[in-house]
């Protein structure tokens, strides 16, 4: 079931909500560029097993309106507690994919984590995506750059160079097709405001205000978002645990998808 959520006067998000009287809720984010499609390969197994499964298209993403401003980490949180809000959501896993594990992030500290019972950070883009003078993790600032760039002058081939490093297993031609489609219905200033969010934006303190048990999966070839990354947020968020994933990038609720959605699994179950 698909709906919209009013979170501005002039702003709709797009919201698909499946399986709604399911036993336990996860509302998933999904990362840059894409939308809430990305998580096809979990929304076709989690609500058979009895889970409600939420996706958030971020504005300026999939489905969702697509205004010129408001794609700093405050604003999409804020957007976040207007779809728990309007949907009365409680006790509820809050899952985030790269960019959407930053939104995520930046919910738990900024509205204290209403409503989460429990967190799970996929390939997070936290605390920074990029290298900074105090942490030599992360992107470095001019590759960012070249993306907003990329975006500004041929958006298409920025998109197709994109999705090369996503993955770390093959996949089929119609698949990376596909997967190019998704960046496509973003709009080119929302591509671009986030990829500056991720230049501006740090979240080491809102890390230690986590105080729910957090699953972090990260795919150790991860290309997009490091690996140590994941170290980080695991020495940094009490009562959190890193699954690393052997044989993934970036996308690893594809890469390993079996395996993604057994892990997700236990760990709301636990």
């Known amino acids: 079931m698909g709906y919209y959520v009013i979170v501005e006067p002039t702003v709709k998000i797009y919201v698909e909500d499946l399986n709604p009287e399911g036993k336990k809720t996860i509302l998933f984010l999904h990362g840059w560029p894409g939308s809430h499609n990305l998580f096809e390969y979990q929304f076709d197994k989690l609500p058979s097993m009895g889970y409600r499964c939420i996706g958030i ?3 300026g993403f999939g489905d969702s309106d697509k205004p010129y401003g408001g794609y700093d980490y405050n604003r999409l949180a804020d957007d976040v507690r207007c779809v728990v809000n309007t949907l009365h959501l409680h006790d509820f896993t809050l899952a985030g994919h790269s960019t959407g594990g930053a939104i995520a992030i930046r919910y738990m500290a900024r509205h204290k984590g209403y409503g989460v019972s429990k967190l799970a ?25 070249k993306i907003i760039q990329g975006t500004y002058t041929d958006r298409p081939k920025m998109l197709n160079d994109f999705g090369d490093n996503f993955f770390f297993q093959h996949i089929s031609k119609p698949f990376s097709d596909w997967f190019f489609q998704l960046g496509l219905q973003a709009a080119g200033w929302a591509t671009a405001a986030v990829a500056n969010t991720w230049i501006k934006e740090i979240l ?12 972090i ?6 290309k997009i978002v490091p690996f140590p990354l994941a170290k980080v947020q695991n020495q940094s968020i009490k009562n959190s645990k890193l699954v690393p994933f052997e044989f993934s990038g970036h996308g ?6 079996d395996k993604f959605n057994r892990e997700l699994m236990k760990f709301i179950e636990e």
């Not at 080491?204 to 699953?215: E, K």
């Not at 999966?217 to 991860?222: E, F, K, M, T, Y």
């Open 121 to 145: 950070l996929f390939a997070a883009a936290a605390p920074s995506l990029i290298k900074r003078p105090n942490f030599p993790y992360g992107l470095e600032k001019d590759d960012v750059l």
């Open 57 to 59: 298209d971020t504005r």
């Open 252 to 257: 690893s609720f594809y890469d390993q998808r």
């Open 204 to 215: 080491f303190s809102d890390l230690a205000a986590i105080h729910v048990p957090t699953l």
């Open 217 to 222: 999966i990260h795919g150790i070839h991860d």
